[in-house]
DNA sequence: AAAAAGAGTGACCACATCGTCATTATTGGG
DNA sequence: CCCAATAATGACGATGTGGTCACTCTTTTT
């Protein structure tokens, strides 16, 4: 089968046909790979955007990038390991930002412990956000849907967001310094809440300064929205609100 | 044309040739349409939410309901139009619940009275979720792709939520109830963390006793997960948490 | 009972889509 | 410069898909 271009010893290659390096050096062909998968990549990642992951087609994507259909072929096994590629990096740097974070919480003595654990996190999400836009926009638009086809590792993404937030959650909670609430609760109202928001940005939904977010968000998640009992009738400017005439 | 069967002068009925009502009182022909509406309807949903909205063709709705695909063009203009008709009921509900509580806001002076308008629309979203449950799914599931084809109606009523509840959330502002927060802001945040509860409860992930949600959310939302400041330091048991050996 | 109107059917058309493969073009080593 | 290895191409077969329509079956009206 797989029986031609063997020379180096890999083993069992388990992408089919693609992907497989071509032999050289780091030479012209390396490199012309690499422009190759990007432009596919970007134009793929551009298509899915607009139209949504299943409403996309090979031809599609080929056109868009200029090259045969058959080279498609050449590069990925489908559209699905398309998928997987475009959402490598972006899981990679999240996955290991949460459980830093979750290893971070372990130790998390007090609130201000727990405050930089979580800063941490939403670093690793912004910085996502500028060197991947449309990936993450790609994982919010597809992450609910059912498991099926190309959608299959969004899908297992956004489950293991899920698990990671509950488990990250239930850390912060052994140490009491969260009120009781089940932390599949919390845990995922906030992975919520944070998606929306994300979502909101990358469609350039009115929601003022990007740079504002984090801050907000850390208001309302730890102390809500509810002025605090007490304080004064807070007649204080609202940033954003319409001013009364 | 459209020029068999114009009998009767029913002006430009949009409808290009389904859902024109059977001519007939409310006899055989009406009890059998809206069976068979229903069946189709029925069948749709159930592929939709198992596949997605796009990879469910005709020909899959109409072999699972067990008729011709010429039928199904009786009954409905195309794919867009039954994911319509599906939406409509959940649809009126909600943005009437909505608007309700818009209304009541606007006269809310109490933490009291804004409480009770977002109990009132909690018991719409409650109902809409044990009437339609496979319905309120598809709106999760497919809500945040690319506003194309067949989801552009669900598209649509996702920005009208999206709009209402940064609405409400300016309207409670306007009483001086809320922390000085965006509203577009923390609507969004409320919006994004009661939709993925809402998934998780219908796809039946591990959270708890879904009656407990309200007060759960009501909670978070208003007084937000850190321990209030001076509390003790919270030994109690965590509902659900794992216990300690 | 007969005729008219409505409902249901499934073959059918035109076109889209996937994935392959024989062929042609390009590259790198000798 | 020539040749083997690799890459790119696009026509092709097989199958899927939306939507139509002449026809048959059922219900309603006369």
Redesign the pocket.
Known sequence: MTS??E?RGKGADTR??AA??????G???????RE?TKELEDAALRLFVERGLD??????I?QAT??????????FE??AALVDALLAPVRGELLEGLEACGRALEVARDVEAMFEAYRAVAAVIASALLQYPGVVRLYLQESRGPAVGARTKVAELSKLVARHAVDITQKAHTHGLLRPVRAAVSGLAVVGAVERLLLAVLSEEDIGNPLDLPDALTTLVLDGLRVPPGARPARRKLDGGPKRP
């Not at 030479?27 to 790979?33: A, K, V």
């Not at 409403?55 to 599609?60: E, G, P, Q, R, S």
């Not at 200029?66 to 590069?75: C, D, H, M, N």
């Open positions: 031609r271009g020379t089919p046909e497989r390096r071509p032999g050289p050096p030479g012209r062909r390396e490199t012309h790979r190759r409403l996309v087609t090979i031809d599609d080929t200029g090259v045969a259909k058959g080279t498609f072929y050449r590069y489908d559209k």
